[in-house]
T-cell receptor, first 112, second 114 residues
Framework: DQQVKQNSPSLSVQEGRISILNCDYTNSMFDYFLWYKKYPAEGPTFLISISSIKDKNEDGRFTVFLNKSAKHLSLHIVPSQPGDSAVYFC???????????FGAGTRLTVKP | KAGVTQTPRYLIKTRGQQVTLSCSPI?????VSWYQQTPGQGLQFLFEYFSETQRNKGNFPGRFSGRQFSNSRSEMNVSTLELGDSALYLC?????????????FGPGTRLTVL
């Protein structure tokens, strides 16, 4: 069962604009959320995370927002750069769980 | 610090065969998790090993198995291969003391079943 869903398989934005990637989850036991970025022929790399006690976490151009009541999180990239073009995976786990559930990924293309 | 390594990087097998994939975690990491990535399905969790014990398992048939050695290196085995097993198999290592430890992924093994 898909406990973590990324409903947009792809997203295209212009360089310099904001990229917003969305993720929904169904399991209310999840309380730790992450975003990973994946380039072709490489494994996913950790980007940013947020725990359920927060609703926002910022790291440079990347900000993750968490709406627990809606079971929704989003990743904002501002400003978007061509090097951000990659597949972005949303992931979730419980603090005491030992497996992580991933979404299907969203392919972001940033056009120069 | 060296990253997670996976061998081989590419593998071609035929239906009915079996395959073993290897993963060497980052030094000091005791947890190794395995994932299957297929187009449109994202990363599907296979299992996690911690200190040589399987600590969690995803919803995959018993043809998928794994083990972890005392040096934390892990192997994954798939028996009686099916066409649908063609995928990128990723392993990730972490300290995994808690569920919030960051996982670091290897580059993956691309398995093609003909």
């Amino acid at each position: 069962d898909q406990q973590v869903k990324q409903n947009s398989p792809s997203l295209s934005v212009q360089e310099g604009r904001i990229s917003i990637l969305n993720c929904d989850y169904t399991n209310s036991m999840f309380d730790y959320f992450l975003w990973y970025k994946k380039y072709p022929a490489e494994g996913p790399t950790f980007l940013i995370s947020i725990s359920s006690i927060k609703d926002k976490n910022e790291d440079g151009r990347f900000t993750v927002f968490l709406n627990k009541s809606a079971k929704h999180l989003s990743l904002h990239i501002v400003p978007s750069q061509p090097g951000d073009s990659a597949v972005y995976f949303c992931a979730a786990s419980g603090a005491n769980n030992n497996d992580m559930r991933f979404g299907a990924g969203t392919r972001l293309t940033v056009k120069p | 610090k060296a990253g997670v390594t996976q061998t081989p990087r590419y593998l071609i097998k035929t239906r009915g065969q079996q395959v073993t994939l290897s993963c060497s975690p980052i030094s000091g990491h005791r947890s190794v998790s395995w994932y299957q990535q297929t187009p449109g399905q994202g990363l599907q969790f296979l299992f996690e090993y911690f200190s040589e014990t399987q600590r969690n398992k995803g919803n995959f048939p018993g043809r998928f198995s794994g083990r972890q050695f005392s040096n934390s290196r892990s192997e994954m085995n798939v028996s009686t291969l099916e066409l649908g097993d063609s995928a990128l198999y990723l392993c990730a290592s972490s300290l995994r003391v808690t569920g919030t430890d960051t996982q670091y992924f290897g580059p993956g093994t691309r398995l093609t079943v003909l």
